[in-house]
């Protein structure tokens, strides 16, 4: 037996590649911010940048040009409170865009995805409500999770396709989809954060979303990186709530999370390539190390292999144009 048989061309090794990955496996992300005309780079993650609503509905429409599967908004509100009040607002930075993109002949071709959860819109950066607790503060779950049903039910009411709870509070999931229900959207399905961890791949993310927290961390409601059989508890919670699609993040210190889950759970799986993975990769690109476009879509084979559905990342654009 000779295995290098099927390795002798392009042609025959695409012809038995197990793993595919296509422009409409990926979902790019969008940092929504206040103005116009408004393209902020941001300075950990090169290529990302702070968009207005102007700037995000061109990038789009380059998006849905490209065939990418959809896209996930974040916003950077005008101004913060405690209680994250620009989450739900009507006027709210990510409403504005949904709003705006429906508009666009894009919106045909793309899935919206709104990301929900209250740190881009928190004074203090936290994903719910802080009250004091036993080591000065403490993330309050179940008044939390009002307001985070508040905000997935105005995002859907904007055009939100998708809403995704990203917050890690017990029971988000329930409280949302009775929400949706019982005001008319019952038809707009839930994409879980199910097995979020607490993450230093998210550093960058912070920079980009002005989400870091003021004090403390998010060890207490994100989930312990050592924790398998939990993350899969976690994510059969979600499920039994009512999530329809769930999402694993990060993506490559956690590819066992994606396989584990793929082999147990029947539903579509995504995982999100954050925002340190992008930029380690962009640092040793830039350096000269790796090679930028055998290294990207090497990164993003290797989620697809482990078994998500989808994978959420910021290089979807220059991926898209090397797989088209």
């Known amino acids: 037996m000779r295995m290098r048989r099927l390795r002798r ?47 995000a509905v061109r990038d789009a429409e380059e998006a849905a040009s490209l065939g990418i599967g959809g896209l996930l ?13 620009g989450a ?30 209250l740190c881009e819109y928190t004074s203090h950066g ?6 004091e607790g036993r080591d000065g503060f403490e993330v309050d779950n179940d008044p939390s999770l009002k307001l985070l049903a508040r905000t997935a039910l105005s995002l859907a009411q904007a055009g939100a396709d ?23 959207h019952a038809q707009t399905p839930i994409l879980s954060y199910a097995s979020k961890f607490a993450s230093a791949f998210y550093g960058p993310f912070r920079e980009a979303a002005d989400s870091a927290p003021q004090f403390g961390d998010r060890k207490t409601y994100q989930m312990d990186g050592a924790n398998l059989r939990e993350a899969m508890r976690e994510i ?7 999530a329809d699609m769930i999402l694993m993040k990060p993506a490559m210190p956690y590819l066992d999370v994606v396989r584990a889950a793929r082999e147990r759970f029947g539903v579509p799986i995504g995982a999100y390539q954050v925002s340190g993975e992008y930029s380690m ?17 090497e990164s993003l084979v290797g989620i697809r292999r482990a078994g998500a559905d989808f994978a959420i990342t910021y290089f979807a654009k220059e991926a898209a144009k090397l797989l088209g």
């Open 126 to 131: 936290h994903c719910g409500v802080v009250i």
């Open 281 to 297: 990769l962009q640092a040793a690109i830039q350096r000269g190390w790796l090679d930028r476009d055998r290294a990207m879509l």
């Open 9 to 55: 061309s392009d042609q025959m090794r695409a012809l038995v590649r197990e793993t595919t990955l296509e422009p409409g496996d990926l979902i790019y992300p969008l940092f929504i911010c206040p103005g116009e005309g408004v393209r902020k780079e941001v300075s950990s993650m090169p290529g990302v940048f702070n968009l207005s609503v102007d700037e």
């Open 236 to 242: 059969e919670l979600d499920l039994e709530e009512g």
């Open 88 to 117: 739900w607002s009507e006027s709210g930075i990510v409403q504005q865009a949904l709003r705006t993109m429906r508009q666009s002949s894009a919106s045909k071709k793309l899935v919206l995805i709104a990301d929900v959860c």
């Open 73 to 85: 908004l974040f916003g950077l509100p005008e101004s913060k409170d405690e209680q994250g009040t």
């Open 162 to 184: 998708v809403v995704a709870p990203s917050d890690m509070m017990d029971g988000r999931v329930a409280a949302i989809r009775s929400a949706l229900d019982s005001e008319g």
